[in-house]
């Protein structure tokens, strides 16, 4: 798709206050991303070839992030809160001659569709002055209420508090999510919006009723309400999150993987899963995940950061963070962490065991409760196994540290200096044996309960 020459606006200087947070409204996450980013790539996706932020005073944070997602975004900052209008013209730099369709975003509206802004587009494109994104809401109470006349065209919108009773009535809600013909048509609405309503700001909305009286052509393109979601608590942001996963689930099993439950996988934004992968029933999947074609995850894995590789197994119980790369054909099992390891193909780390700051070559078994013990509570050290080795279960492998190909340990070794290509290494307290002292014992201490009556309870 080649990028248009057009510019969205996204506003973000709203205080979040119903967040109860520290943290600025938009960098909440959804699916591992903050709601800013979600906004940004659906921007990105719909080819819009111009962005602007508009964040309010102090709002550096914001502003940081969404430079860091997109380094051509423009950033303005709203000095203070004084309406959707006040805030676009916040972004009058950007505006002032710009030839091509203006969008205005919402920060907080992170599950808006590339398809949905390219409907906007298009109605622009086919002659629409302004294009409003409009949702039927089974519960419309606080959203402005889209005003038709009666031959259907959109000739105001009104806000909630604004309203009288019979138009309070009304279904039909603006999402908030605009699109104007030119930058120049959009300065021309906004220089006659007032504040003469119930809340005493510059409402953007009003711009629909100035256009409607110029005998502009005005637009609603209808999206889903649960598309348009404005995130404004943390119920709110459960919510959006819950849509998000489904998205994501959708998406994975029409890629090829299979879930089980698909209710219970938590993907995120950047998850990469080939066909045929398999994913059980309550799987956590944090940023950064790849995971290859053929490969099984079982029920109750932690993964993040991780790349897991062609036919791979990984679970019950299993933990991945980030640098864990997983080759073809590896077995991870239960109650494993591997932290920034290389797993060559095939090998086996199956039982209780952690591996860091490791590699380990291809088809080596790591026995059950092995531990790389890469810290020594000031610097961490690698350990480097190689192919084919055999590590007894029970092992402490003391970083740094190599364990040649081919080469065994014995159990429950603690290994400090690097051990040859195919020998043995053990270290291990000598076994002794006494011959019938546990018979001796249990006869003596039989003996002594029954002198004292004691009747073996
Ligand atoms: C707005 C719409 C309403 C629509 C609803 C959809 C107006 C007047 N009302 O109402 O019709 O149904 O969204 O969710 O536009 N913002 C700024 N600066 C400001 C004020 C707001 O940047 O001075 C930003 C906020 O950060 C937010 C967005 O604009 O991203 C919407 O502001 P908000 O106060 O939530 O508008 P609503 O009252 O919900
Ligand atoms: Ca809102």
Redesign the pocket.
């Known amino acids: 798709m080649t990028e248009t020459s057009s510019l969205a606006i996204i506003?973000?200087?709203?205080k979040?206050t119903r967040m109860k947070s520290a943290l600025p409204?938009?960098l909440h996450k959804l699916a591992g991303a903050p709601m800013i980013a979600h906004v940004l790539s659906a921007a990105e996706a719909a080819a819009i070839g111009k962005l602007a932020l508009?964040?309010?005073p102090g709002m550096d944070d914001v502003a940081q992030a969404a430079i860091t997602l997109n380094p051509k975004l423009q950033v303005f900052v709203?000095p203070?809160?004084?309406?959707?209008?006040?805030?676009v013209k916040a972004a009058r730099s950007a505006v002032e001659d710009f030839k091509g369709h203006v969008l205005i975003l919402?920060?907080?509206?992170p599950l808006l569709r590339p398809e949905t802004l390219n409907a906007v587009e298009a109605e622009l494109a086919a002659g629409a002055d302004l294009v409003v994104i409009g949702f039927e809401a089974e519960n419309p109470t606080?959203?402005?209420r889209l005003l038709l006349d009666d031959r259907g065209r959109l000739i105001a919108?009104r806000?909630e508090k604004d309203a009288s009773d019979e138009e309070r009535a009304l279904t039909l809600?603006?999402?908030?999510i605009m699109g104007f013909r030119s930058g120049k048509s959009l300065l021309g609405l906004l220089g006659r919006i007032g504040k003469n309503n119930a809340?005493g700001?510059?409402?953007?909305?009003?711009a629909v009723a100035l256009a409607a009286g110029d005998k502009l052509e005005t637009r609603i393109v209808l999206s889903s309400g649960a598309e348009?979601l404005?995130v404004?608590s943390r119920a709110e942001l459960a919510e959006a999150e819950t849509a998000m996963q489904q998205r994501l689930r959708a998406r994975a099993m029409a890629g090829g993987a299979t879930m089980i439950a698909p209710e219970t996988v938590f993907l995120s934004h950047d998850t990469k899963i080939g066909k045929d992968v398999l994913i059980e029933p309550n799987v956590f999947i944090g940023e950064g995940v790849t995971i290859a074609d053929g490969a099984v995850i079982k029920a109750f894995s932690h993964l993040d950061g991780a790349s897991i590789g062609e036919g791979a197994t990984v679970g019950p119980f299993a933990r991945l963070r980030p640098g864990a790369d997983l080759a073809r054909n590896v077995h991870v099992g239960n109650f494993v962490e591997i932290k920034k390891a290389e797993i060559a193909e095939g090998a086996k780390v199956n039982h209780l065991t952690y591996i860091g700051d490791a590699s380990i070559g291809a088809r080596a078994n790591i026995g059950a409760g092995t531990i790389t013990c890469n810290y020594d509570g000031f610097g961490k050290y690698r350990t480097e196994i190689g192919a084919g080795a055999f590590i007894g279960s029970n092992s402490s492998l003391v970083a740094p540290v190599r364990i040649g190909e081919g080469a065994y340990i014995g159990s429950g070794s603690v290994i400090t200096k690097d051990v040859e290509p195919d020998a043995l290494a053990l270290t291990r307290a000598p076994q002794e044996e006494r011959k019938g002292w546990a018979k001796r014992m249990r006869d003596e201490r039989g003996k002594h309960a029954k002198d004292r009556g004691n009747k073996g309870t």
């Not at 506003?11 to 709203?14: E, H, S, T």
């Not at 203070?80 to 805030?87: H, K, N, R, V």
């Open positions: 506003l973000a200087a709203g979040g409204k938009v508009v964040v309010g709203q203070e809160q004084q309406g959707t209008a006040d805030a919402y920060g907080d509206t606080g959203y402005g919108i806000e809600c603006n999402s908030g809340k700001e510059f409402y953007l909305t009003d348009v404005g404004n």
